[in-house]
T-cell receptor, first 114, second 112 residues
């Protein structure tokens, strides 16, 4: 079941273009995250949001922006895409109030910037 | 600051052999530790939480606070275990928030 849905699944874009990656969740979690995954570097946090009015920069936020449109939606934008932003992007959610600090991940968006 | 180290990028074992994926962490408080698995072209899935002390797909992991380790073990590797494995630590990062920090991952390849 797709508790966390990311669109698109794959995208090829040109250098300098603006692109938005979308994430929606049906888990009712307040906390949402964007990570990028690169071979040999693991997952690195880009931005995170603990509720609709809360946005925080992660480890590698330069060149990215986010929008938390609703509890269920958290979008990641690349204002002017560059080739080194080619990566697999994951959205995740969590709800520590349950006592479980683990995350639920989406299926990922594979982005290629040419 | 919290840190997770997975010293092996790639681990190859024969089918039926024991598997140990290493994970060491650095954190000043009491951490919550996880193992996530990512099969080819799929999303990350939670494999184990140290708090639950359960065994999933034959894998176990014990938190060793003295050695600050949380190694993942399985006595007999299966081909379907081939995947990318990430160790992760949830620690307090200030202002009432907890964050999950990932290691760089170990790719397990089980040779038939």
């Amino acid at each position: 079941d797709a508790d966390v849905t990311q669109t698109p699944r794959n995208r090829i874009t040109k250098t300098g273009k603006r692109i938005m990656l979308e994430c929606s969740q049906t888990k009712g979690h307040d906390r949402m995250y964007w990570y990028r995954q690169d071979p040999g570097l693991g997952l690195r946090l880009i931005y995170y949001s603990f509720d609709v009015k809360d946005i925080n920069k992660g480890e590698i936020s330069d060149g990215y922006s986010v929008s938390r449109q609703a509890q269920a939606k958290f979008s990641l934008s690349l204002e002017s895409a560059i080739p080194n932003q080619t990566a697999l992007y994951f959205c995740a959610t969590s709800d520590p109030s349950t006592g479980n600090y683990g995350y639920t991940f989406g299926s990922g968006t594979r982005l290629t910037v040419v | 600051a919290q840190r997770v180290t997975q010293p092996e990028k790639l681990l190859s074992v024969f089918k039926g052999a024991p598997v140990e994926l290493k994970c060491n962490y650095s954190y000043s408080g009491s951490p919550e530790l996880f193992w996530y698995v990512q099969y080819s072209r799929q999303r990350l899935q939670l494999l184990l939480r140290h708090i639950s002390r359960e065994s999933i797909k034959g894998f176990t992991a014990d938190l060793n606070k003295g050695e600050t380790s949380f190694h993942l073990k399985k006595p007999f590797a299966q081909e379907e275990d081939s995947a990318m494995y990430y160790c992760a630590l949830s620690g307090y990062s200030g202002a009432g928030s907890y964050q999950l920090t990932f290691g760089k991952g170990t790719k397990l390849s089980v040779i038939p």
